[in-house]
Nanobody, 116 residues
């Protein structure tokens, strides 16, 4: 099982980016998928998660600005990030927990840098 994250980059404050996380298997096999981020000198934090039933959860700092979604047909999860702030700068990782085994898989990070 592999998760491939992409879509990071450099953007000015107020701009937008869309991250993608492509899975090597059907994402029906994941009951929860999420995006985490880790800024320099800080702990990794959960940014947003989406369950197989479509329910979503966001950390307070991104509510109203970020939208998580999953496209089952494309086996891909997304994170639409709008109104970006310099404090959103971090390496973003995607993650998925499998239904049957309970094992958690991580994608490689993708760097998001927001300039002021």
């Amino acid at each position: 099982v592999q998760l491939q994250a992409s879509g990071g980059g450099l953007v000015q404050a107020g701009g937008s980016l869309k991250l993608s996380c492509a899975a090597s298997v059907s994402i029906f096999r994941f009951n929860v998928m999420g995006w985490y981020r880790q800024a320099p000198g800080k702990q990794r934090e959960l940014v947003a998660s989406v369950s197989s039933d479509g329910s979503t959860n966001y950390v307070d700092s991104v509510k109203g600005r970020f939208t998580i979604s999953r496209d089952n047909a494309k086996n891909t999860m997304y994170l639409q990030m709008d109104s970006l702030k310099p404090e959103d700068t971090a390496v973003y990782y995607c993650n998925g927990r499998m239904v049957i085994s309970g094992l958690t898989y991580w994608g490689q990070g993708t760097q998001v840098t927001v300039s002021s």
